[in-house]
């Protein structure tokens, strides 16, 4: 990658330079126009760095010795030693493809994971702190999602769950009404109420502030005694959808499942269809299909083969030709 990267450096300090070498008089064997870093991005080198002969306000005389005054280093060449860069490196095909770059930017950043797990993640013992289950006083669980080392866009989605029936002071006719307001949120097979936010972009607090702001509405539009919804069924639709998107909602019938009485029903069946079989058989009702069949072909007569010699047969030349006529 070396050689491609001087090339291109070298070609930058050729187009920027050209204005300045047309106006400057053609040096001498002894004077050496040496070539000019890249220019700064604010403007041209021509009109930031003017040719000597420009300073006297008068043409450049030919034949005169004068070396033009150098830039300062441009931002490409910072911190470089040396400004000849020399001849290019011949470029021999021995370097990586992209591919093999890839593999190798991943290799590195398993091995910085490696080195945090080696070195940094035993640190972490000394914030540990012992779990402590939740108790009745905190009835709300807010779940946030992290994607280490990367930025992703649910990583400051925030959601908040918890049971209507573990809030403190509500009566069951609240709690009725706190189902009906929340609808679609409810889950009747779980019993919990789950909501999410990430309407505030990267700011997790928000979200959640914004989900507690919404809490204590419904808290208070369910306490208000005014309206019970006591004439609004619930609506639990959205149960049974999400139960058939599982494949929950499919379950064997009651009437196809095996008892004991039904077993008993079929075994008694079974042994009427065989005694019936066997009054038929006696009185010669009954017709084998197998008996049938045997009898048809005792009567067929197979017909021999015959063989038929080789010069008795047509050729192939007389099958494809038609007969003539006349």
């Not at 400004?83 to 590195?108: I, K, S, V």
């Not at 502030?209 to 208070?220: K, P, S």
């Not at 058939?244 to 079929?266: I, Y």
């Amino acid at each position: 990658m070396a050689a491609p990267l001087k090339r291109l450096r070298l070609r930058a300090y050729c187009c920027t330079n050209i204005s300045a070498s047309r106006c400057t008089a053609p040096p001498s064997s002894e004077a050496r126009w040496r070539p000019n870093c890249i220019r700064g991005f604010s403007s041209t080198t021509a009109s930031r760095f003017p040719p000597p002969s420009a300073k006297g306000g008068g043409a450049p005389i030919v034949g005169e010795n004068v070396a033009p005054e150098r830039a300062p280093p441009g931002f490409w060449s910072m911190g470089e030693e040396s400004e000849d860069l020399g001849p290019d490196e011949d470029f021999e095909g021995d370097d990586l493809t992209a591919t093999g770059h890839a593999e190798l930017d991943a290799h590195r950043e398993l091995r910085e994971f490696s080195r945090i797990i080696a070195w940094e993640m035993p640190l972490l013992s000394k914030l540990a702190k012992p779990f402590h289950p939740p108790t009745k006083a905190q009835p709300l669980r807010f779940r946030y999602t992290t994607h280490l080392h990367e930025t992703h866009p649910s990583g400051s989605k925030v959601v908040l769950e918890f049971c209507p029936t573990d809030l403190p002071d509500l009566t069951p006719d609240q709690v009725t009404k706190l189902i009906k307001l929340v609808g679609a949120r409810y889950n009747p097979d779980t019993q919990i109420i789950k909501m999410a936010c990430e309407r505030h972009g990267d700011d997790s607090r928000a979200n959640k502030a914004e989900l507690l702001r919404t809490l204590d509405t419904l808290l208070a539009e369910a306490r208000d005694p005014s309206e019970t919804f006591a004439d609004v069924p619930f609506d639990f639709r959205h149960a049974e959808k999400r139960r058939r998107r599982k494949g929950e909602w499919v379950q064997f019938p009651e009437e196809w499942k095996m008892t004991e009485e039904r077993r008993r029903e079929l075994r008694e069946g079974r042994e009427r269809r065989l005694l019936e079989d066997k009054e038929k058989v006696e009185k010669g009702r009954l017709i084998d299909g197998g008996e049938i069949v045997q009898k048809e072909l005792e009567k067929m007569t197979l017909g021999q083969p015959v063989m038929v010699g080789a010069g008795t047969a047509n050729s192939g030349a007389d099958r494809r030709r038609p007969p003539r006529l006349g």
